[in-house]
Nanobody, 123 residues
Framework: QVQLVESGGGLVQAGGSLRLSCAVSGRTFSRYAMGWFRQPPGKEREFVAAISWSGGSTSTADSVKGRFTISRDSAKNTVYLQMNSLKPEDTAVYYC????????????????WGQGTQVTVSS
């Protein structure tokens, strides 16, 4: 079992930045692909970004490419999402996710989900 706990959400003005963190406990962190999904108000959950277990491969949704960066720190069992140039349409609950298989499968249907953290971007 893997436990994921997100932090770092909040209210920010358009154009601002936030960094989300996800602390991972349970199984061996280094063997899991990690990532982020989000759910905007009234919409379905959508893929945001993913990083391979080695950190050597990343994938980012077109809607956030060039603005969001995913990274991981194996020593701290933590994955991060740096969000820059935030827009009101980035407002959503952001979920940390993990998958033991691959970045590709994580982007479609992750094994594990955190509880989520709210990000609100005001115009």
């Amino acid at each position: 079992q893997v436990q994921l706990v997100e932090s770092g959400g909040g209210l920010v003005q358009a154009g601002g930045s936030l960094r989300l963190s996800c602390a991972v406990s349970g199984r061996t962190f280094s063997r899991y692909a990690m990532g982020w999904f989000r759910q905007p108000p009234g919409k379905e959950r959508e893929f945001v970004a993913a990083i391979s277990w080695s950190g050597g491969s990343t994938s980012t949704a077109d809607s956030v490419k060039g603005r969001f960066t995913i990274s991981r720190d194996s020593a701290k069992n933590t994955v991060y999402l740096q969000m820059n140039s935030l827009k009101p349409e980035d407002t959503a609950v952001y979920y940390c996710v993990a998958d033991a298989r691959s970045v590709a499968t994580l982007a479609r249907s992750p094994n594990y989900w955190g509880q989520g953290t709210q990000v609100t971007v005001s115009s």
